[in-house]
């Protein structure tokens, strides 16, 4: 027993989970901190702006969350070139970014149409562009600092972000400043992991004999096979976990818009709590050297998250009025019926996930599954999404379908 915990000590996988474990709580609560000063700040009206702006980042950010895949699959076959391979990428992504600076200013145009287009405000559609550009050299550095295993460093960055944006919802609810002022500072805490990383690889030194060159060009890298699964995989995910707030914000009164944009909070924190497993799981499932312990692990998590489900629904129905007024206040009381469909639906978002990412991680094809999903659930939303009831009914029938069909495809490996 005393070898089998001195190996888990040494473990780097156990050594950096422990500390992503750490650092991600601690943005957790951070962020959960930042959701409900922010909801008690600006009530309903203002939450549900702040949910629909960071479900548009979500979405629009697809092309940086594939990078981040893409960089940490590649990194974790590199071994022992891992840390020449990340510098190289660093230097690489640089080189080619200097080329579309020139388009940056005609991006910023896109703010004078995106109110009409998504129901938000002037200052969240000039937010909402400056995020997608800075999320782009943020993702590289966040992504290379997971897949050269520099975990303490992530963990930094990772808490440079939160610690931003609750300074901006703290600030809100003292009255410092208002809905502008979060943006400011949410503004502020992307732009940090960018100057942080770059200061942290730039410590980071390779031998000089290495002779590892990434000298593909953007066309060659979009249109390889894994990239296109990997985006259209990561595309639908994403999809199904904020196209409902979207449609809510476009068609919902504001007011209702922040009840069930407070509702999705409710139903996904399940990720804050057990995000650390589904975050180093796909730095866990593309490594070469853990390839024989995928099975067991996953079904170790899926195990781990049923009982965090099971967990979480007592506690929304026994306590819900007091986790109401603990992470808002009385304006929204009226989801408190519904907190326990918010249970459900966030523990089959979360196992979508984590087996979405246990394909995606060995580049299966069975990554697309939710791909196929997609179109169904944008009908669903439109065709019976008329009301706050309605649209919570479409989000767990398409999770518990979709679920199904993941789970039996995983059974059959």
């Known amino acids: 027993m005393k070898a089998l915990l001195d190996r888990l000590r040494k473990n780097k996988f156990v050594q950096g989970g422990a500390i992503l474990t750490l650092a991600h709580y601690s943005a957790s609560f951070l962020n959960y901190l930042f959701n409900s000063f922010a909801g008690k700040a600006l009530g309903p009206d203002g939450f549900s702006e702040i949910a629909a702006l960071f479900a548009y980042v979500n979405i629009f950010s697809i092309p940086m969350v594939i990078i981040t895949t893409i960089i940490i699959r590649r990194l974790g076959h590199a071994g022992s070139q891992r840390n020449a391979v990340g510098?190289?990428?660093?230097?690489?992504?640089?080189?080619?970014?200097?080329?579309?600076?020139?388009?940056?200013?005609?991006?910023?145009?896109?703010?004078?149409?995106?109110?009409?287009?998504?129901?938000?405000?002037?200052?969240?559609?000039?937010?909402?562009?400056?995020?997608?550009i800075?999320?782009?050299?943020?993702?590289?550095?966040?992504?290379?600092?997971?897949?050269?295993?520099?975990?303490?460093q992530f963990s930094v960055a990772t808490l440079l972000i939160a610690g931003f944006k609750f300074a901006g919802a703290l600030g809100a609810y003292f009255e410092v400043g208002h809905l502008n002022f979060v943006y400011s500072c949410v503004i502020a805490?992307?732009?940090?992991?960018?100057?942080?990383?770059?200061?942290?690889?730039?410590?980071?030194?390779?031998?000089?004999?290495?002779?590892?060159?990434?000298?593909?060009?953007?066309?060659?890298?979009?249109?390889?096979?894994?990239?296109?699964?990997?985006?259209?995989?990561?595309?639908?995910?994403?999809?199904?976990?904020?196209?409902?707030?979207?449609?809510?914000?476009?068609?919902?009164?504001?007011?209702?818009?922040?009840?069930?944009s407070a509702w999705s909070l409710f139903a996904k924190i399940i990720l804050y709590f057990i995000g650390p497993l589904n975050m180093i799981s796909l730095i866990f499932f593309s490594?070469?050297?853990?390839?024989?312990?995928?099975?067991?692990?996953?079904y170790s998590?899926?195990?781990?998250?049923?009982?965090?489900?099971?967990?979480?629904?007592?506690?929304?129905?026994v306590f819900g009025h007091s986790l109401i007024g603990l992470i808002f206040n009385e304006k929204f009381n009226a989801i408190y019926p519904l907190l326990g469909q918010a249970a459900i639906f966030g523990i089959l978002y979360t196992f979508i996930t984590i087996i979405n990412n246990y394909f995606l991680s060995q580049n299966d094809r069975r990554s697309l599954i939710a791909v196929i999903s997609v179109p169904f659930y944008m009908g669903g939303l439109i065709l019976f999404g008329s009301s706050i009831d309605t649209l919570i009914s479409v989000n767990i029938w398409v999770a518990a379908v979709l679920f199904g069909v993941y789970f039996l495809n995983f059974l059959r490996e």
């Open 301 to 317: 998590f899926l195990g781990l998250f049923s009982l965090a489900g099971i967990a979480m629904y007592v506690l929304y129905v």
């Open 189 to 260: 805490g992307t732009l940090m992991p960018i100057l942080y990383g770059k200061f942290a690889l730039s410590k980071i030194t390779i031998p000089s004999k290495s002779t590892y060159s990434f000298e593909k060009n953007i066309r060659h890298i979009l249109f390889q096979k894994q990239v296109i699964i990997t985006a259209l995989s990561l595309l639908s995910i994403t999809m199904l976990g904020n196209l409902d707030i979207i449609y809510a914000k476009k068609i919902f009164s504001p007011e209702d818009a922040g009840l069930y």
């Open 87 to 132: 510098k190289t990428f660093e230097k690489w992504f640089w080189m080619k970014s200097k080329r579309w600076l020139y388009f940056v200013p005609f991006v910023y145009i896109s703010v004078f149409f995106l109110p009409a287009i998504t129901n938000l405000s002037t200052m969240s559609s000039f937010t909402l562009v400056s995020l997608i």
């Open 134 to 152: 800075l999320n782009l050299c943020a993702v590289l550095y966040i992504s290379l600092l997971q897949g050269m295993h520099l975990f303490l």
């Open 287 to 298: 490594a070469k050297e853990t390839a024989h312990h995928r099975k067991k692990t996953m």
